[in-house]
């Protein structure tokens, strides 16, 4: 399982290649590993387009505005008031600004942002799982996330359990520049020179990069000198990594002074974000966050636990520092984001571990940890009989790979896409008898979306009213006009706390996709009126 050139850990002496023999490219040296990217990256993609998530409201969303309004985001004003440390994370902003620039304001500029997300995480993943234990523990790593359900079940109409891939938000992405920093970390720690040096300038650049997608990843920032420290990497070093993090930290610096008036604007948003969770929380529930994260959202996320708890055997058996490795940077997550979710304090909590995805720039080094322990063990069986073994137990982990594979996608009931807001488009296409819709928040804020082409060219020049979604009696305006309504799957709360529009009170179906995912009602006994105006601009978030 671990490759020959990835098997030189990371405190053994780099290799020597024969005196005088010409080096070759940098790409040809390294042709595998990019074949291999570009093959974990399609991968990725390829899920993205496979599960096709609809644009989703809230975060992602108020993200998609204020990447529209940079650089002139109104943080005083809602929604942005609300939810400022969503919109001062400029590494997801200022992308999808230049996906919007050049893509237009529709779903192919969304999807190419999260895509390039998706992308990165993969990719990262792989490349700290390789530089650790070799290709196929990378491989496998990938394998095991890109399969399982917390990854693909993301779609609130059909049967949500989190928000990942193909969902526009900071955790992905975050958690794939992150490991980056860490494979080029490993990687320079078999270096020396002008090529050391290099590598951690990428580490440090990647770091950088990440904390302004994710910037909780900054909790693992102080634990930068053990790595080195394990790495057997010189101490003075240190300053080689932070020279390009301070340059990108400035940069951001410079743009929240230029755009907010506060050169601190982004980490004073993330810090005072929280409160009160609408979930229940106690320090024990708080203190178990990593294990509800895995376990109680889908049991196929218990592999995770499975691989913290093979590391920690693995390491305790060989003592190796790859091993702990990857255990201190699990715990320098791990440990912080659990008492930010209410160990310290229940009444204020700043992040919510029990998600999966907040665990997401960790995952690589479980994987790291559950596959490098494997392939440890194994090399401790004495040669006789590992050469003898050697065939059944790949034909053993074949069985294995295929069996998680096929329970993974068989725990999957449906994948709706987008399919039923593809017909809204198409029905809603032109027509001139229908000038305003209401709806739940979250689905107009998803619609805004399918009443342009995925170019973001205009459809359908009628008006979006919403009700808040904690409402629990339908808005008497609503009465005025047709209301797109859905069943919401998953954890999310139900439409008015139930309510649903039924004939018998009047109610008529103008429209239904083919898969009853979305509909359209009217009440007749008000069919032409014009409705009422009643939403301030200053307080609508649909546009």
Known sequence: MVDADAARTAVSEPSVGEAGAPRPGPFRRHRLALALCALVAACGVGLQ????????????????????????????QWPFSEVPHQVTRVGLVLPARLAQEVLGPGQIAYFTVTAVGVALFFVGCFLAVRSLFGNVAGLASVLVILVNPLFTMTNPYGHELGW??????????????????????????????RDRTRWLVAAGTAYGLAFLSREFVALMFVVIPVF?????????????????????????????????GNPLAGIISAAEHGG????????????????????????????????????????????DRRLLLVLVWFLALGVPITLLS?????????????????????????????????????????????????????????VVAASYVVVCVRAVPDLPRDTAWNELRTWLRGRNDITTIYSDRRLAQTLTFYVRDPWGRRTWNGRIESWPHDHYSLPVEAFSAPVLWTRWRGQEAQVLGGWRPRRAKGWQRLWKSSDGVLQIWDHPSTLGQVPPKLTPADRSDLH
């Open 228 to 260: 080195l420290v394990l790495l057997r990497i010189p101490w003075r070093r240190n300053i080689t990594i932070g020279i390009p993090m301070a340059v990108v930290f400035g940069a951001d610096f410079v743009h929240n002074q230029i755009v907010w």
């Open 276 to 319: 009160l969770s609408r979930d229940r929380v106690t320090r024990t529930l708080a203190a178990e966050s990593f294990t509800r994260a895995f376990h109680d959202w889908s049991a196929l996320g218990s592999v995770f636990i499975a691989a913290l708890a093979l590391t920690v055997v693995g390491w305790a058996a060989t003592r």
């Open 342 to 398: 209410g160990v310290l304090n229940p009444q204020s909590i700043s992040l919510r571990a029990w998600l999966p995805r907040y665990w997401d720039a960790v995952l690589p080094a479980l994987l790291a940890g559950g596959f490098g322990t494997v392939a440890l063990l194994w090399q401790r069986v004495p040669d006789g009989p590992r050469r003898r073994l050697r065939t059944p137990a790949a034909a053993l982990a074949v």
């Open 49 to 76: 387009y496979v599960l096709m998530v609809p644009p989703l409201y809230f975060d992602p969303y108020y993200v998609w505005l204020a990447a529209r309004d940079w650089p002139h985001i109104p943080l005083e």
């Open 164 to 193: 990942s891939t193909g969902v526009m938000l900071p955790d992905m992405p975050g958690a794939g520049l992150f490991s980056l920093g860490m494979a080029a970390l490993v990687t320079a720690s078999r270096r020396t020179g």
